[in-house]
């Protein structure tokens, strides 16, 4: 992304409404720290989490850019996640997402990063929120058999499982959902973001998504999936055939609108069954406090 496209992001995004000079000076002030110094920071993420950040973190300076780099889906999950509840984050990345849930509102994580390197991060920010005992961090790939898979090392956020035209890869553990769900509880939530390999994740857990407790998966469908040969419009209709029905989340009056027409779906999508369970626990969680709002 040029510098262009993140301000027009920055200036945007629905956390910096009504202060986007504050917000364009948080970007400025980044750009110099980093010029100034190679060490990463600790970011106060939410006012129960931190996240540590350095230069080429996409995901992770566009939260410290914007609060909350996905704005929608994070909102969700902030108000929809209680305590008790099991989250899987497919694709955790550096871990904003499983800081969030666990940090934050203290559910137990699986959290599922293939890149060694990334990883590693992803510990990291772990273990500066103290929240090893509600984390299970798994170095390893999801897809819908268990053995090996060749995967990219030199993408930041879009590393995936590698095909021919990529150049630097190395070998990683590949196993499936359902396996790694064998002797948990049923998740409430997943979060999928795997660059196109969410096909083959979803084969992988056949057992999770007829499973009734499942209540809601954020899902990145971008047409990333051509690169295998994939039709993404296949996951959706598998989705709905499961009950699941896609909807945006407005966080400010914390309604769920449906999606009708595939064609609309957004990047990240969340689907959701039980809809009147999902919307009682979206009405009456409590507020999150971020760059100084109450949401």
């Not at 083959?200 to 999936?225: F, H, M, P, Q, R």
Request: proline content about 3%; glycine content about 6%; aromatic content about 10%.
């Amino acid at each position: 992304m040029n510098i262009i496209s993140i301000l027009r992001f920055i200036i945007n995004h629905p956390l910096n409404k009504g202060n986007k000079m504050k917000a364009i000076s948080r970007f400025v002030k980044w750009q110099f720290s980093t010029m100034l110094s190679p060490y990463p920071i600790i970011y106060q993420f939410t006012d129960k989490s931190k996240l540590i950040i350095k230069k080429g973190m996409a995901g992770a300076t566009g939260n410290l850019y914007c609060g909350l780099h996905e704005y929608q889906e994070m909102l969700f999950l902030l108000h929809f996640l209680k305590e008790s509840d099991l989250f899987v984050d497919i694709g955790a990345n550096i871990g904003s997402y499983t800081i969030l849930a666990s940090a934050h509102i203290n559910a137990y994580t699986i959290a599922i990063e293939p890149e060694p390197f990334t990883f590693a991060h992803l510990l990291n920010n772990v273990f500066i929120n103290n929240i090893q005992r509600k984390v299970r961090a798994l170095n390893i790939a999801l897809g819908s058999y268990i053995g090996e898979i060749n995967f990219s090392n030199t993408h930041d956020t879009t590393n995936h499982v590698s095909t021919d035209v990529d150049k630097d890869v190395i070998s990683v553990m590949i196993n499936t959902l359902d396996n790694i769900l064998n002797e948990e509880k049923m998740p409430i939530l997943l979060k999928i973001d795997v660059e196109g390999f969410e096909t083959e994740v979803l084969k992988g857990a056949c057992k999770t998504l007829e499973n009734k407790d499942l209540k809601v998966i954020i899902i990145e469908l971008n047409g990333s999936g051509k690169r295998y040969g994939y039709d993404e419009t296949l996951i959706h209709q598998k989705l709905v055939e499961l009950d699941f029905k896609p909807y945006i989340y407005n966080p400010m009056n914390r309604t769920i609108i449906k999606i009708n027409n595939f064609n609309s779906l957004s990047s990240n999508t969340i689907y959701i069954r039980d809809t009147v369970y999902v919307e009682s626990r979206l009405k009456n969680s409590d507020e999150v406090k971020i760059l100084g709002k109450k949401i």
